[in-house]
């Protein structure tokens, strides 16, 4: 785990903070440390990075919050070598540009293989949930072009 995975993309569907905020979570060891660059509310991931936690207690976190533009520019102000293990992002159009101009590697084994073709994006793009939308609209004005074909 040493090793830098370089920038692992991956999609979430949450809310972003506006303020960037880093918290270092504790674990036994300080021998190996995982990188996390996300658009994700620490509140809202907690339960996930403590799990992860639990079951890796000699690999330190270093949780970095951002809102989406912040994490993009922060990626892009980084080189190569100095880029997080990890970032979690809701900004579908800036991962895939961040994916098209290089800044992920392709992450393989068997946890990737198994998700549904929705999910997986060249193995650059990893999607680990998703969102419902939700349009609402007024039938009691007339509306100013079709909606729908």
Not at 80 to 86: F, G, H, R, T
């Amino acid at each position: 785990m040493s090793k830098r995975i370089g920038l692992l993309c991956i999609s979430l569907v949450m809310a972003s903070k506006v303020i960037a905020e880093t918290t270092v979570l504790p674990t036994i060891w300080e021998a190996d440390r995982l990188t996390i660059y996300s658009a994700t509310d620490l509140n809202a991931i907690a339960p996930l990075l403590d799990t992860f936690s639990a079951q890796n207690p000699d690999i330190k976190l270093e949780y970095r919050e951002f809102n989406t533009q912040e994490l993009d520019r922060a990626i892009r102000a980084k080189p190569l070598a100095e880029q997080p293990d990890v970032v979690i992002s809701s900004a579908m159009d800036l991962q895939v540009r961040l994916v098209n101009d290089g800044y992920a590697q392709p992450v393989f084994g068997e946890a990737v293989e198994a998700l549904p073709s929705w999910a997986n994006w060249r193995n650059e793009v990893i999607g680990f949930t998703y969102g419902c939308s939700l349009f609402l609209f007024t039938t009691s004005k007339p509306l100013r072009r079709k909606l729908f074909h």
